[in-house]
């Protein structure tokens, strides 16, 4: 099981190049409408979908439990389609939730400013002015998207393992040099690794639904970690018995498992958040 995680620049054929890459491996293409029909599933309507698309949030958006929800069900998403096997995913800061999964291989497409206004010029049929209108709003949001929701500098080649400059590559060169770099970074030993870190941050996303959404216990800024033989819960509660109520939930939902939760959640009395 591999994920391979395309992020691209506006007119830098990257949903191309995307879908030759899923075509010539025979994986999962994970685009914009795979994933929308998947967070629909659980209840976030078109209006939040269209707010935060990869898109800046105003700044009172980026504090609301709107948000945190929206974030919540797009890691979710991912992680479900995850589970499913091989898949290439477009975009929706696929290569951050999946960076500490081994065997991961996250690429950015860019292109020189030039020839993405051509592009955009050719697409919209608009003239060069409002080409570069475009391109500035789309990197604004993409960049103010990564920013809000992962604290990361979307364009930092630090944070991916291979930048593409599509400028004068087809899609289907792109495709081969990909293919060959996964034929090299993807080992058995890593696929097993993958799958193990796969299902650890699944049931961590589980819990963590579990306790916030179905037992609908407040604990503030909850996360959960699964790792070899013990589940961690972090997070800050108002009061003793909610850091209980957590536990007892994890308990519940890795009943079938062997796993010792332990709480790293702190008790902080008449603890308030802006909602």
């Known amino acids: 099981?591999?994920?391979i995680t395309i992020s691209r620049e506006l007119a830098v054929l990257g949903d191309e190049t995307a879908a030759e890459l899923a075509k010539k491996l025979k994986y999962r293409l994970?685009?914009?409408n795979t994933l929308e029909q998947k967070i629909k599933s659980y209840g976030v309507?078109?209006?939040?979908l269209k707010k935060y698309d990869e898109r800046k949030p105003p700044l009172w958006a980026s504090l609301s439990q709107d948000r945190d929800n929206y974030l919540h069900f797009l890691k979710t998403s991912m992680l479900a389609e995850a589970n499913l096997g091989n898949a290439v995913f477009v975009g929706r800061g696929a290569s951050v939730i999946f960076k500490d999964i081994p065997g991961v291989l996250s690429i950015f497409l860019v292109a020189a400013p030039e020839i993405r206004v051509e592009r955009?010029?050719?697409y919209f049929h608009c003239d060069e002015k409002k080409a570069k209108r475009i391109i500035e709003k789309s990197d604004n949001d993409r960049s103010g998207?990564?920013?809000y929701f992962f604290d990361m500098d979307w364009r930092a080649p630090e944070n991916y393992l291979l930048t593409l400059n599509t400028g004068r590559?087809?899609?289907?060169?792109?495709?081969e040099i990909i293919k060959q770099l996964a034929d090299y970074h993807i080992t058995e030993e890593t696929q097993s690794l993958h799958e193990t870190r796969i299902k650890e941050a699944t049931l961590a996303q589980d819990i963590k639904h579990f306790i916030l959404y179905e037992k609908e216990a407040p604990v503030h800024f909850l996360d959960v970690v699964v790792s070899m033989d013990k589940i961690v819960l972090y997070g800050v509660a108002n009061s003793q018995a909610l850091v209980d109520a957590a536990i007892s939930a994890?308990?519940?939902k890795a009943m079938s498992s062997s796993l010792t939760v332990v709480s790293e959640i702190q008790v902080?009395?008449?603890?308030?958040?802006v909602p």
């Open 30 to 32: 994970v685009d914009k």
């Open 250 to 252: 994890a308990i519940e």
């Open 120 to 122: 955009v010029k050719s």
């Open 1 to 3: 099981m591999a994920i």
């Open 145 to 147: 998207f990564h920013h």
């Open 268 to 273: 902080v009395q008449e603890y308030s958040i």
């Open 169 to 175: 590559t087809h899609p289907s060169v792109c495709t």
């Open 45 to 48: 309507d078109d209006a939040r």
